[in-house]
């Protein structure tokens, strides 16, 4: 019990040293500290702390020293002090320029609504991961491979793996491009400095954090969209609402907490982020927020090249529709940003940017096969775009339905501040095309991966749609008003009556009827036992198909992201548009065959790891194997020499 | 009310649900609570055939039987309780055992669990 509350106590302190202090100093240091409120410096924090821990762990990495508990420290308290140093000198030379501190204050009823919206939020989550809290998730398994890769080595990982030829032998670990170093320094620096343990809760509950940080992004996001509406408090809880407590389950939100897609979770807290800054740094004309809103984007191009990709096309959407809808003024804007761009602080980061992208790490996925998997005509048929119907269900109903006729407020919404229409309007319509129509933008990734973005833009929209809607009737004149007012009263909560059960069925929908840790702590109790068995000239094969938590089991071997070897999902091995080794599913569908045979020769396999409940007769007929491990979901066969 | 009342209803919010998903992970990771027992050879790539049985169910006896080919060698009874996992030895010379196959058949609560070696 001691242990577990000290384990705890470790674990809550580091999260607060790693994710919010590093954050802090950086805008102390920025001298920006006044401008922001304390939620917004809180979500900030937290958003620039990762980035900040990233970064320093490159350094360490790159300049020789061990990634360890000191270390990671050391560099955390030369950061901080020398932002304290930035911040007492900017103190100093600033003494006559006071700026004015941003107000803190909601309406008590506004700040009491959004703390229960926050708790519903954590509270569904909660609910829905206490199922899943226990690690087997496939993506959080690879993942935390990685990390413990740099806690364990105390260097950076080099992101590569061995593969079966086609002459059945194993070849030589060869770089791959679908890992980004971002997604795993963050978890190691906490697994470090806490100690916590990798199978564990601890990666999901980092996850978590994060998914909570993106949703309260949104919710400042839309605050500072609609600063100079009346309704803003009104909106910005609304969009609270159809991004907090309703829909919360479905992806991108707590589905992808449990799953590990930690990529997809960090950008999803990224992008809303980024675009603040840039609105805040074209409405006030400001470069300081400019260099951190290119700082966050610099960072997210570290940590997911889906969210950057994306971040990219709506950056590039709404500087288009800013220029279709400003046309007549669009020089004299253009003057503006070249000098917000030509600005010191902007120019020190992408200086930074290019220091450390072609100097100190290149980001895997900067090569040409990598890029080329991304952009062209679609190649799968998972790729060619989603129906109008997909979409929907992907944004949720209420909210798409909603959000579609927000769109068409914005295109007419002459009065609204031009930054922030354009802004939104470049951000779902560029998703909704990315989506959509694929083909037209040349985009060739998963069209359903684009989708699981749209949700936060649609909320805003559809927050926003709402409330012009109504307090439209609302402020109309009353002789010409033919809607009572109790009946316009009767019809708002009809509506948000329509979103919550919409929200909350999918919500619904989404819960787990039970957990699978059972089967899974059968797999990793296994894996102990062979990891404590295996010799240097000792080869794995572990089934993905029916084992529970598969993924993991590399990290009781810690002997290569393909160690063991796995038999994929069987579709994977049927490829019309290339030859895929066969050898991972002959040697456990048909071990008897030539074709297994020789695999098992070339490769040197000499274990596999299977559920007898659907593998175990083929092996039990050869005289070859022995099975030497037997749990109710798990066994263990060795190919005797 | 300001903005900060909201920030520490979120941290105090999220501490409880880390705490309270951290104690469910903590429960679910314990062997202990699934109910399951595993059977395993002491050293799975020679010809000993000593074995181990691992508990973490409740019941606590178990009989096990070895075997060549269909013929009962030796069998006998264990007790093991919940988290222990027991070492039985099995002392029988292998030359007498060539080319024959040896399984270790352990019972318990009406469940049967095998393992084996196939002597060349």
Not at chain 1, 47 to 76: M, P, R, Y
């Amino acid at each position: 019990m001691l242990s577990f509350i000290s384990s705890q106590f470790s674990f809550f302190l580091t999260l607060g040293l790693i994710l919010f202090v590093p954050g802090l100093c950086l805008i102390a240091a920025t001298g920006l500290q006044r401008n922001f409120s304390s939620l917004e410096k809180f979500i900030l924090s937290f958003s620039l702390s990762i980035i900040v821990v990233d970064f320093i762990l490159i350094l360490i990495g790159k300049s020789g020293f061990t990634i360890n508990h000191l270390n990671i420290l050391g560099a955390l308290t030369i950061f901080g002090a020398v932002c304290l140093g930035i911040y007492m000198y900017r103190k100093n030379a600033d003494t006559k320029k006071s700026t004015e501190k941003t107000s803190d204050n909601l309406p008590a009823k506004s700040s009491l609504l959004v703390i229960i919206l926050i708790f519903l939020t954590i509270f569904i989550k909660t609910i829905y991961l206490q199922d899943v809290i226990f690690p087997t998730a496939t993506d959080m398994g690879h993942h935390m491979y990685w990390t413990k890769t740099i806690a364990t080595t105390g260097a950076l990982p080099k992101y590569e793996k061995a593969d079966i030829l086609q002459d059945n032998t194993v070849s030589k670990p060869a770089p791959i491009a679908d890992f980004i170093i971002g997604e795993h320094l963050i978890f190691a620096a906490i697994a470090i400095i806490s100690g916590a343990q990798f199978i564990s809760a601890f990666p999901i509950l980092v996850l978590f954090l994060i998914n909570v940080m993106s949703v309260l992004a949104i919710f400042i996001l839309t605050k500072e969209l609609f600063k100079d509406s009346k309704n803003v408090n009104l909106i910005s809880i609304l969009a609270l609402f159809l991004v907090g407590p309703l829909y919360a389950l479905a992806s991108p939100q707590a589905k992808f907490v449990s799953g590990g897609v930690i990529g997809n979770t960090i950008g999803n807290l990224f992008i809303p982020m980024t675009l603040l800054l840039f609105l805040r740094a074209f409405k006030e004309k400001k470069s300081t927020y400019f260099a951190l809103a290119v700082f966050i984007a610099l960072g997210m191009a570290y940590t997911h090249h889906l969210s950057t990709f994306v971040f990219i096309f709506i950056a590039f959407f709404s500087l288009l529709i800013f220029g279709a809808l400003n046309f007549k003024e669009l020089k004299t804007y253009c003057a503006q940003w070249l000098k917000l761009v030509f600005s010191p602080a902007v120019l020190a980061i992408f200086a930074l940017a290019i220091v450390f992208v072609f100097f100190i790490y290149t980001p895997t996925y900067l090569n040409s096969s990598a890029i080329n998997t991304a952009v062209g005509a679609p190649s799968k048929a998972s790729r060619a775009g989603l129906t109008l119907t997909q979409l929907k269900s992907t944004a949720g109903e209420a909210r798409f339905a909603l959000a579609a006729v927000a769109i068409v407020i914005l295109l007419l919404a002459k009065k609204m501040d031009k930054y922030p229409r354009a802004f939104l309007l470049g951000w779902t319509i560029s998703l909704s095309i990315m989506s959509l129509r694929p083909d037209w933008l040349f985009v060739d990734i998963p069209s359903d991966r684009i989708a699981s973005y749209v949700i936060f833009p649609s909320a805003i929209a559809a927050a926003y749609g709402f409330v012009f809607i109504f307090s439209k009737i609302k402020t109309a004149n009353p002789e010409k008003n033919y809607l009572k007012q109790s009946l316009l009263f009767y019809c708002f909560f009809v509506l948000i009556t329509f979103f919550a059960v919409s929200g909350f069925y999918e919500n619904s929908m989404a819960l787990n009827t039970g957990n699978n840790a059972k089967e899974a702590i059968q797999t990793y109790a296994a894996s102990t036992y062979l990891a404590g068995k295996l010799k240097a000239n000792d080869f794995v094969l572990k089934d993905h198909n029916y084992l529970t938590g598969d993924s993991w089991v590399k990290l009781f071997f810690m002997r290569g992201y393909n160690f063991p070897f796995s038999r994929g999902y069987f579709k994977r091995y049927q490829d019309d548009t290339k030859t895929r080794e066969q050898c991972t599913n002959n040697m456990i569908s048909l071990p008897s065959s030539p074709e297994a045979q020789k695999c098992f020769a070339g490769t040197k396999i000499d274990f596999v790891m299977l559920n007898p409940n659907n593998d175990a007769a083929q092996f039990n007929r050869l005289n070859d194997f022995w099975q030497v491990y037997t749990a109710d979901n798990i066994a263990v066969f060795y190919k005797a020499k | 009310m300001n903005n900060k009342t909201i920030i520490f209803s979120t941290i105090f919010f999220l501490m409880l649900s880390f705490v309270f998903l951290a104690i469910v992970e903590k429960k679910a990771s314990d062997p202990n609570n699934q109910n399951i027992w595993m059977l395993y050879f002491e050293n799975p790539q020679n010809q000993a055939i000593d074995f181990k049985i691992e508990n973490h169910s409740s019941n606590v006896s178990f009989h096990w039987q070895f075997a060549a080919d269909k013929t009962i060698i030796k069998e006998g009874n264990a007790i093991v309780s919940l988290g222990e996992t027991k070492n039985i030895p099995v002392s029988i010379s292998v030359p007498e055992l060539a080319g024959k196959k040896i399984t270790i058949s352990v019972t318990s609560d009406s469940k049967v669990k095998e393992i084996y070696k196939n002597f060349p």
